[in-house]
Antibody, heavy 117, light 107 residues
């Protein structure tokens, strides 16, 4: 069971970035999936959730309207499209498998997104 | 919704037991039995160590135990070991994900 994030990097304020998460070793289509993040030296923050077929999504207030979560079940992949990026979006972004009731039993290693001019 | 409340730090000596509280409200922690705990070592991803208040995933040491009373969930680490030195986070089921601010455990 593995999750591998990619796509992080340095982006200017107001810019856009898409991070990806490749899942393997389990039935991807059986699980809701989430993105969480952790700013440098700070705690964990939930970002977004998507249901098994992508028909239901929810977002933290801090990213609602700027970030979009999606998934491709044919590719076993999860995505987070980020627009209007701000310096306070700087964080390690983790994808996580939701075993139910917002309990995360598998995490990727994370991908670092830095928003700076 | 506000974050769950955890102490910033807890310390103990090898072999001792420590308890980390996680305080919420009757809308989250007090409303159900879906509280989880995660361990995070520096530079590493979080690891689930307790789910549904007191259940342990396969492979997690039985030195870790969870409980709940009212609006406060707790993680107890028994027989403290040097490798237990890490950050610990609680989270609760809710409309949106709720996490505690994290507790740094020093051994």
């Amino acid at each position: 069971v593995q999750l591998v994030e990619s796509g992080g990097g340095l982006v200017h304020p107001g810019g856009s970035l898409r991070v990806s998460c490749a899942a393997s070793g389990f039935s991807f289509t059986a699980y809701w999936m989430d993105w969480l993040r952790q700013a440098p030296g700070k705690g964990l923050e939930w970002v977004a959730i998507i249901n098994i077929d992508g028909s239901a999504k929810a977002y933290a207030d801090s990213v609602n309207g700027r970030f979009t979560i999606s998934r491709d079940n044919t590719e076993n992949s999860l995505y987070l499209q980020m627009t209007g990026l701000r310096p306070d979006d700087t964080a390690i972004y983790y994808c996580a498998r939701n075993r139910g009731f917002n309990s995360y039993d598998t995490w990727g290693l994370g991908t670092l997104v830095t928003v700076s001019s | 919704q506000s974050a769950l409340t955890q102490p910033a730090s807890v310390s103990g000596s090898p072999g001792q037991s420590i308890t980390i509280p996680c305080t919420g409200t009757f809308s989250d922690v007090g409303a159900h039995n879906y509280v989880s705990w995660y361990q995070q070592h520096p530079g590493k991803a979080p690891k689930l160590i307790i789910y549904e208040v007191r259940s342990r995933p396969s492979g997690v040491s039985n030195r870790f135990s969870g409980s709940k009373s009212g609006t406060t969930a707790s993680l107890t680490i028994s027989g403290l070991q040097p490798e237990d030195e890490a950050d610990y986070y609680c989270n609760s089921y809710g409309y949106t994900g709720l996490f505690g601010g994290g507790t740094k455990v020093t051994v």
